[in-house]
């Protein structure tokens, strides 16, 4: 199989940060200030990047898929669960992103949001057909575009745009805590699908950590750009600023450049989750079934508030990450040729429980840093305690 340089490693995340997801949600922000915004967001995104780190370590390590991966915790059957649900939240977020390109597109070029739900969904379906490994001077293409337009939408907003704008319409301030929570929530929702890049790399760590690096960075950027719009120009609208600026075909090139990058990771994940739900599937073609069931479904449904998904993506997530965390860096054991690991998908369901009650507390450093670590120790406990019992 053709590996992936530690560059091309880092080119696929730079196209996964440059997202209008993440620029819209950056404007929730702007309520608490550029100075605290910032904080929340750095905060956020260090604790995210460092889980999105070690979850990509491990597939890296094993060369597993992230599904697979999974199974090394659950086992072959328990881990199935957790496949289902990706390719479930995955068809999710393919929707979603097509849905906000399209919108966003439709403000620049007025031809109805579902012509450009089309074009979006057939430009995914072609990276698709391309595949990940042979994209090489489209992806470099697209993501110099990317650079340079980012740069020039950057200079519209923090150099053209005027501080003091009245940010209430983008809602109530959120306490920091929540702010720190919703900065986690990105690179969160990349953690049960990481793996499925980091396995195919020459250099396993190398890429890991340009994949890391690459995405928190960008990651941050788009956020940014998000609460800069709403601070200094009062438009949460990336589209109506850019027509503003006069930019044009530039606008459209970056919205739908940024959608079909970020979307398309989603998709080709969804294919390889797939494959271990059933190795008769094509990762291919199920990424392509999941991008028109996307499509279908950007085209039909209102999808403007994405809260509520992230923090259910978090509370199945973030305890699933928690146990693996704990089997592979702390305990060093496998599940891998049991059907079902029963001791650890309790401490999961455990965890998912914690994350939904940690969700009505306000802690500074938001709900998934706490429940995670907490979720490792029950882990760490339960396996200890289980092996002295097998002994007595």
Known sequence: MKKTSTFQNGLIWFGAGVSIAEILTGTYFAPLGMGKGILAIVIGHVIGCALFFFAGLIGGRTGLSAMETVKMSFGQKGGLLFAFLNVLQLVGWTAIMIYDGALATNGIFDTGAWVWCLVIGVLIVVWILIG?????????????????????????IFIDGRPGADTSAFGEAMSFGAAVELAVAMPLSWLPLVSDYTREAQKPFGATVASTLTYGLVSCWMYIIGMGAAIYTGEGDIALIMVKAGLGI???????????????????????????????????????????????????FPMDDIT???????????????????????????????????????VWLVGFGLYRWLMTVDIVVGNTLPDMLITMLICVAARKLSASGRRA
């Open 250 to 300: 530039a606008a459209l090139i970056i919205l739908i450049l940024s959608t079909v990058t970020t979307t398309f990771l989603d998709a080709w994940s969804a294919g390889i989750s797939s494959e271990s739900l059933s190795k008769k599937l094509s990762g291919k073609w199920v990424a392509v079934a999941v991008t028109v069931i996307g499509t279908a479904a950007a085209m039909l």
């Open 132 to 156: 990940i490994t042979n994209l090489g001077w489209v992806n470099r293409i697209s993501m110099a575009a990317l650079f340079i337009l980012t740069l020039v939408l950057c200079k519209v």
């Open 308 to 346: 509520d998904f992230l923090y259910l993506i978090g509370s199945v997530f973030a305890p699933m990450i928690a146990v693996q965390l704990a089997d592979n860096f702390i305990l060093r054991r496998s599940s891998f040729e049991l059907s079902f690991d029963w001791l650890n998908l309790c």
